[in-house]
């Protein structure tokens, strides 16, 4: 079974400053995709980034871009020039033909 | 707008009854998700479907039931048998196969006394 690991419950950042969230996975397959989700206050989930396996290029969504590293089944979401707004959740998932895996989430603050 | 509404948005209920959540899409996606969140835990996966009529299990089913009549409509209940309902409780949904990600309702907190 697929599974996805966050090993940070918990990181801070000053804004304008960049923050790395460290994400592995296990998988058997060779073609999958990945995702991070962002949950605020609020609690709705909110896609961030996606990543398809089979390409070779990381993701970037203005100031959010991925690290990918298929042989090491790596996937960090670095948050560059961080704002007040980003303090929430953050959910690596992998998708298999199923379901989306999450793991247990990393909890961002946003220091002024 | 197309989207997902998840109702109510805040569930209380006495030990014992079972309860039904609710979940609406208007997006037209086949496949719907309920998933479980606690503190700490992230979101763990109660029941799908990808096709009306027809449902699977995920990894936390016990306790929990579902139908699904119409595409698009998934109502989750949570039954007497579950011993910790306490939780919030997303309802999800994904076209083509979720390879662009799922989109979520903005769940439901349940509170059993």
């Known amino acids: 079974a697929q599974t996805v690991t966050q090993s940070q419950p918990e990181m801070s950042v000053q804004e304008a400053e960049t923050v790395t969230l460290s994400c592995t996975y296990d998988t058997s397959e060779s073609d999958y995709y990945l995702f991070w989700y962002k949950q605020p206050p609020s609690r709705q989930m909110i896609l961030v980034i996606r990543q398809e396996a089979y390409k070779q290029q990381n993701a970037t969504e203005n100031r959010f871009s991925v690290n990918f590293q298929k042989a090491a089944k790596s996937f960090s979401l670095k948050i560059s020039d961080s704002q007040l707004g980003d303090a929430a959740m953050y959910f690596c998932?992998?998708?298999?033909?199923?379901?989306?895996?999450f793991g247990k989430g990393t909890k961002l603050t946003v220091n002024p | 707008d197309g989207g997902i509404t998840q109702s109510p948005k805040y569930l209380f209920r006495k030990e014992g009854q079972n309860v039904t959540l609710s979940c609406e899409q208007n997006l037209n996606h086949d496949a719907m998700y309920w998933y479980r969140q606690d503190p700490g835990q992230g979101l763990r996966l109660i029941y799908y479907s990808q096709i009306v009529n027809d449902f699977q299990k995920g990894d936390i089913a016990e306790g929990y039931s579902v139908s699904r009549e119409k595409k698009e409509s998934f109502p989750l209940t949570v039954t007497s048998a579950q011993k910790n309902p306490t939780a919030f409780y997303l309802c999800a949904t994904a076209g083509t196969g979720g390879v662009y990600g799922y989109t979520f309702g903005s769940g439901t907190r349940l509170t059993v006394v």
């Open positions: 998932a992998y998708r298999s033909p199923e379901k989306l895996v």
